[in-house]
């Protein structure tokens, strides 16, 4: 089992749709949470970052953590056709690293 | 603005040679890392330093070694370059106090042929 799993997608979504991207963990002791974006060719960026159970919202993105069901997903509404990227999740384990998931292509259309 | 820099955007190397490559930034980080990054593999932590002339192995540091000389820069040192690692490596930094917020420089496409 992995570490971190993501769906590769891609995930399709309409313009001005709600996109969900879920990441699951195998490691209980984990303690933080992050979303990275990264568009085709580019390096990854940091958008979010949850460290406790429940919602966070920054603009249009919401992360959701919830530590017993050891998932964590990020909610983009009203997508725009520059949200299309690859989303990476990381969480933080026991060695006190961070591992990423392989990411969730997203592709918002017009 | 964070700024990270890597040396070049893309490199070709032979098999068995001695490769460097360098990463700058320019915000006082105290934390460095490599990793690479492969299609189905995500990104892999090689190796990460704390502090200058301090380095602790990641998750794949075999073939691999690090030098942290100064503090803005972290250097990524392939001692007999194999085809295995052909891959993208990209340099990352952040603050003791947030290491988990990274930025992350440009990255260098490797290919060993």
């Known amino acids: 089992q992995k570490e971190v799993e993501q769906n590769s997608g891609p995930l399709s979504v309409p313009e001005g749709a709600i996109a969900s991207l879920n990441c699951t963990y195998s490691?209980?002791?984990?303690?933080?949470f992050f979303w990275y974006r990264q568009y085709s060719g580019k390096s990854p960026e940091l958008i979010m970052s949850?460290?406790?159970?429940g919602d966070k919202e920054d603009g249009r993105f919401t992360a959701q953590l919830n530590k017993a069901s050891q998932y964590v997903s990020l909610l983009i509404r009203d997508s725009q056709p520059s949200d299309s990227a690859t989303y990476l999740c990381?969480?933080?384990?026991?060695?006190?690293?961070?591992?990423f998931g392989t990411g969730t292509r997203l592709q918002v259309t017009l | 603005d964070v700024k990270v820099t890597q040396s070049s955007r893309y490199l070709v190397k032979r098999t068995g040679e001695k490769v460097f490559l360098e990463c700058v930034q320019d915000?006082?980080?105290?934390?460095m890392f490599w990793y690479r990054q492969d299609p189905g593999l995500g990104l892999r932590l090689i190796y990460f330093?704390?502090?200058?002339?301090?380095?602790e192995k990641g998750d794949i540091p075999e073939g691999y070694s690090v030098s942290r000389e100064k503090k803005e820069r972290f250097s990524l040192i392939l001692e007999s370059a194999s085809t295995n690692q052909t891959s993208m490596y990209l340099c990352?930094?952040?603050?003791?106090?947030?290491?988990?917020?990274?930025?992350f420089g440009p990255g260098t496409r490797l290919t060993v042929t």
């Open positions: 949850i460290y406790s159970n």
């Open positions: 915000m006082d980080h105290e934390n």
């Open positions: 330093s704390y502090d200058v002339k301090m380095k």
């Open positions: 990352a930094s952040s603050f003791s106090d947030s290491v988990y917020e990274q930025y």
């Open positions: 490691d209980r002791g984990s303690q933080s």
């Open positions: 990381a969480v933080t384990g026991t060695a006190s690293k961070l591992t």
